[in-house]
């Protein structure tokens, strides 16, 4: 066989990072290693993978067409090798949205690590535009996304069901009806999550259903900072129940009941369409089934008290 693991694995770097030199820092080789091994690939069968754009590199029509290949065959590699090392599972590249990332992923990752000793998880939170963009570079193994996507390139498969609450401080003057018609709504200054997010697109998408222009004061990227801006009295927000139920319990935040927005939504696994899914990634989706085993939603979750 002419082409070497090694030389794929090169290729697969570069196309994921664009650039050979971060490529090579990646692999834990010299940038002029990770340069040889890819020249050499592209000259063993006379076929550029790249467009070389100054000292960027883009992938070309052959390089799209084999970095799928390349990704299986690495994902395969990786099993063997786990196998060869005593049935270890290979490790397994998570990306989960904010509020599955903070409030359910890191407890199905530690159940999963007992479990499965000498295993590993590498876990990135962030929204569901990034988690979708990582898949669509094959940088993840499986996500877990909030919301509605859709892409041709991925997989989706449902997991739980969600909803988003409306809330303010027990001192507004919301908080003691405890319901807000659309009229009510459109007063409020609104502090929300960022645009690409899961919970902002379902957010926006209930508002202009009901006919109602938000005026949006404050957007911040975690939940946790928003929680504390509305409990501050600066307005009303909208999260996760999954993300409130504490501060709901404790009375510190108040739910404001909005029978003219649609809030319901679920949460999904969403894995590349082409990536080859490896026994560990599948244990993973697994153990996240396990945990929500007998719940029909987040409301049903039995999780860990956090006083």
């Not at 990770?34 to 390089?63: H, M, V, W, Y």
């Not at 988690?131 to 892409?151: M, W």
């Not at 003219?260 to 153990?287: D, G, I, K, N």
Request: hydrophobic share 45%.
């Amino acid at each position: 066989m002419k082409i070497t693991l090694r030389q794929i694995e090169v290729f697969a770097a570069i196309a994921r990072l664009e650039n050979v030199s971060r490529a090579a820092a990646q692999l834990n080789m010299s940038q002029s290693a990770a340069s040889t091994a890819l020249l050499e690939l592209e000259r063993q069968f006379d076929c550029p993978l790249f467009d070389r754009i100054g000292k960027s590199l883009r992938l070309n029509g052959s390089g799209r067409g084999l970095l799928p290949q390349a990704e299986d065959m690495l994902a395969r590699a990786g099993e063997l090798e786990g196998y060869l090392a005593g049935g270890r599972l290979a490790p397994v590249a998570v990306g989960a949205t904010l509020t599955i990332g903070n409030y359910l992923a890191t407890l199905v990752v530690v159940d999963y690590l007992k479990n499965n000793p000498g295993s590993r998880i590498d876990l990135s939170v962030c929204n569901t535009q990034q988690v979708i963009e990582r898949l669509r570079r094959f940088d993840l193994d499986i996500g877990l996304i909030e919301g509605d996507a859709s892409d041709s390139d991925l997989v989706f498969e449902p997991w739980l069901d969600d909803e988003l609450v409306v809330f303010c401080a027990p001192g507004h003057p919301l908080a003691k009806p405890g319901v807000a018609g659309a009229a009510q709504l459109a007063e409020q200054q609104w502090i929300v999550r960022e645009s690409g997010s899961g919970t902002r697109a379902l957010f926006d998408r209930a508002m202009r259903a009901a006919g109602v222009d938000a005026e949006v004061c404050l957007q911040l990227e975690h939940t946790e900072a928003i929680k504390r801006a509305v409990e501050c009295g600066m307005g009303v927000g909208c999260l996760s129940r999954l993300a409130l139920r504490e501060a709901l319990r404790r009375g510190s935040l108040v739910e404001i009941k909005t029978p003219e927005l649609a809030l319901r939504r679920r949460f999904q696994f969403v894995r590349q369409r082409q990536r080859h899914v490896s026994s560990a990634t599948r244990m993973f989706m697994q153990a996240c089934l396990d945990f929500s085993a007998g719940a029909r939603d987040t409301t049903e979750l039995v999780l860990p008290f956090i006083p």
